[in-house]
């Protein structure tokens, strides 16, 4: 079963900033948080991943809080494009490990003009 | 465009029949993992293969089949398939078998329907 928690659904006016929860309170010390995204019926897409500090790239920005029981997904000026299933996936990173992600039901993104 | 190639697009079949999936990875990914989406079930993992070998198994049944071949690319074989089979495959592929930094990159899927 998935560890994390999200809503399913949420909206979002385009150009505004989205902020997708996610919650993860039974997460391990050496457990990572991934995002990733579904557009429609495509492959799932890689968005960002973090293990404490808060990360940023070029898609999204990632916010761990301190106790990492929660995370959150910040995509700054949503375009209708992100309209998306998003994706919050816990997984350890260490050599040995099983690399298959397991997927929940994940966050339906609404991005309205 | 991920990298990641897979044919056919879309199949169609009748119950009982057998289907071969075809996945190849990006150039240079050693890891190609297959994932089942159905509309009840959500994506679920069936089976990792990391340069040639089998390394996890998930809720793949008896009756589907993998491998890696040398050149990396991988088949998903599905037999006496049920209408329950259909769904949309998804091959992914990354770099490493599940060590640091693990970004797996998702193939457009082929399209399942048993008839």
């Known amino acids: 079963d998935a560890k994390t928690t999200q809503p399913p659904s949420m909206d979002c006016a385009e150009g505004r900033a989205a902020n997708l929860p996610c919650n993860h309170s039974t997460i391990s010390g050496n457990e990572y948080v991934y995002w990733y995204r579904q557009i429609h019926s495509q492959g799932p897409q890689y968005i960002i991943h973090?293990?404490?500090n808060n990360e940023t790239n070029e898609m999204a920005s990632l916010i761990i809080t301190e106790d990492r029981k929660s995370s959150t997904l910040i995509l700054p000026h949503a375009t209708l494009r992100d309209t998306a299933v998003y994706y919050c996936i816990v997984r350890v990173n260490y050599g040995g490990s099983q690399g298959n992600l397991i997927f929940g039901k994940g966050t339906k993104l609404s991005v309205k003009p | 465009d991920s990298g990641v190639t897979q044919t056919p697009k879309h199949l169609i079949t009748a119950t009982g029949q057998r289907v071969t999936l075809r996945c190849s990875p990006r150039s240079g990914d050693l890891s190609v993992y297959w994932y089942q989406q159905s509309l009840d079930q959500g994506l679920q993992f069936l089976i990792h293969?990391?340069?040639?070998?089998?390394?996890a198994k998930g809720n793949i049944l008896e009756r589907f089949s993998a491998q890696q071949f040398p050149d990396l690319h991988s088949e998903l074989n599905l037999s006496s398939l049920e209408l329950g089979d259909s769904a949309l495959y998804f091959c992914a592929s990354s770099v490493s078998a599940g060590g640091s930094y693990n970004e797996q990159f998702f193939g457009p899927g082929t399209r399942l329907t048993v008839l």
């Open positions: 973090g293990l404490k």
């Open positions: 293969y990391y340069n040639g070998e089998e390394r």
